[in-house]
């Protein structure tokens, strides 16, 4: 089910962090749906494979959960949906000031990766909740890239890895 490249990435770290490390993101689960905020890795409806990018999986994945807020990730782009209390989707996608305040209604919100990025900006995407202010704040951290390409290069990884970096793709 992967491109090549990432094919070669998974077989790379399969071997990397051995059978110990494979138990032990084995025992994990790809969701967390104990508390008020749920997390899953891809999204509700496919907590592994499902990448959110467009309204309609947006609108799907906020009918199918009765909560506020909803974490998702696997798109490595981030961005917030909002479900109002009338139905209507809203795409308030990140405040320029990274800044979102939770209004009313079911909230859907990727913060973005720390580890490849793919919304054209190299640097680590991620973001910070406070449920006392209702906010959630969207954080961006440059980082060594250069080291993080050579670093891919020098395991022997496809050069394509090593330059999307670069480019947040």
Do not use: C, K
């Not at 790809?30 to 509700?44: C, K, N, R």
């Not at 980082?143 to 020098?154: M, W």
């Amino acid at each position: 089910m992967f491109s090549p490249w990432a094919r070669t990435a998974l077989i790379w770290t399969r071997d990397a962090i051995g059978r110990v490390g494979q138990a032990n993101l084995e025992r994990l689960a790809p969701l967390d749906t104990d508390g008020s905020v749920q997390i899953y890795h891809a999204s509700p409806r496919d907590p592994i494979w499902e990448y959110v990018t467009q309204v309609h999986q947006a609108r799907a994945a906020l009918e199918d959960r009765r909560v506020a807020l909803t974490l998702i990730g696997h798109t490595h782009v981030p961005f917030a949906w909002r479900l109002t209390t009338d139905g209507a989707l809203e795409s308030p996608g990140v405040p320029a000031d990274g800044r979102l305040v939770l209004g009313e209604g079911r909230w859907l919100v990727n913060p973005g990766s720390v580890g490849q990025p793919r919304d054209d900006d190299a640097r680590a995407a991620w973001a910070i909740y406070d449920p006392d202010a209702g906010t959630i704040e969207f954080r961006r951290t440059p980082y060594d890239v250069a080291a993080a390409q050579n670093a891919i290069l020098e395991a022997g990884l496809p050069s394509s890895l090593a330059n999307r970096l670069a480019e947040g793709r």
